[in-house]
């Protein structure tokens, strides 16, 4: 057996104080998917000390930032999706592969991805959003078209369905929750053929969800939204035997604004 996990941390080095390594320690998953974590280098394999380690700090200091960790060896890290665009052209710390090596000698490809959120009222920032969703569809078609087991994982920033955000009617014109936004996710479902391993195992819901806002009573009265995903290659998908979103038991204990979801993977 195999567990994946991904979290956006909203801060390594915040998540650390607030509980994480405990709950790595309670959990223990073989990868671990992390994104939003917003340090250098040397302050994330310090973290992570023990594990096979790849991570891409944003060019922008505080921002963004994704990494792989696991407890597996890494064959080999790809980083980014090449060059960016006029609408988007900063391209650091959303997007980093790897390819985990597994027991029986053959590997498994693993995405941590940090979508960047938007602002409706900020066009250029949606611009900016669209652009870079483009190029993970063409990122995506090209690993599907490999036929293997490989799992896109992270904060996609992307509510798919009405079951996916506890006030959909109240959001229906705000980033994250946009027609042009959720039609990539179909493109990925429909055409690409990826599994949607949260819902699927999740039920039709509505949630689970995967973050609250630290404001208010969001995660007492669980109105969230589910942007966080494992979304599998059939070949993988195949594969699943448990999915869970491992919510806090209460906001005091939340490490993160994100819940981690975790797949178990029978391999």
Known sequence: ???IATANVNGIRAAARRGMPAWIDSRTPDVLLLQEVRAPDAVVHDLLAGWH???????????????????????AVRVGLGPGSEADPVDSGRWIEADVELADGTSLTVVSAYIHSG?????????RKYAYLERVTA???EIAAGGGRAVLAGDLNIAHRNADIK????????AGFLPEERAYVDRWLDDVGLVDLGRVH???GPGPFTWWSWRGRAFDNDAGWRIDYQLATPALADRTVKVEVDRAPSHAERWSDHAPLLVTYDL
Not at 55 to 75: C, E, F, T, W, Y
Not at 167 to 174: E, I
């Open 167 to 174: 006030n959909w009617k109240g959001n229906l014109k705000n």
């Open 53 to 75: 380690v790849a991570h891409q700090a944003s060019d922008v200091k505080g921002r963004a930032g994704v990494a792989v960790a696991s407890r597996l060896p890494l064959r």
């Open 139 to 141: 990122r995506l078609r």
């Open 1 to 3: 057996m195999l567990t």
């Open 202 to 204: 999740g039920g039709e």
């Open 119 to 127: 602002t409706v009222s900020r066009p250029e920032t949606m611009t």
